[in-house]
């Protein structure tokens, strides 16, 4: 058994954080829990902040949407959308609201500011609130709530 260091977080734990931060090219990973901190650094640039909640930086990219694979919905209509591609920051699950009993961050057609909350992705069992980096209108939210996402899988566009 792992000694418990601040209370909550495992030194095996932070192994496998630093080891998630080198398998992902990740650059920074900070957990803060009162007055301790602990900074886990990569390679990259990027950072990934740790806290209560937990608040991942965001990978956002300026492309035109109709590049991206489109599901077959049973029409050849294709509709031009340019906007702000939301990318999952980590490797988890989607969700689309606080708790399944919540209404969701945000729905399409919804205008969002920068620093709201848009939406959570769960990983190694820590509820990682991600947060928009721009005002804008989501245009469409490209997977389902309690869907499993890759790091830096397109989730929403914004624009």
Known sequence: ????????????EIKELAE?????????????????????????SREIVSSAPLQPAMTVQNVNASSLPAENSGSEEKSEVKGN????????????????????????????????VIMIIESMKLMN???????????DILVENG?????????MIIG
Do not use: H
């Open 20 to 44: 998630t931060v080198r398998k992902n090219d990740l650059g920074k990973i900070k957990i803060k829990y009162g007055d301790c901190e602990i900074v886990i650094e990569g390679k990259k």
């Open 129 to 139: 609130e991600v947060q928009s980096d721009f005002d804008g209108k989501v245009l």
């Open 85 to 116: 591609i939301v990318k999952s920051p980590i490797v988890g699950t989607f969700y689309s609201s606080p708790s399944p009993d919540k209404p969701a961050f945000v729905k399409i057609g919804d205008t969002v500011k920068k620093g709201d």
């Open 147 to 155: 869907q499993a996402v890759e790091y830096d899988q397109p989730i």
């Open 1 to 12: 058994m792992s000694e418990k260091i601040m209370n909550s977080v495992t030194l095996d």
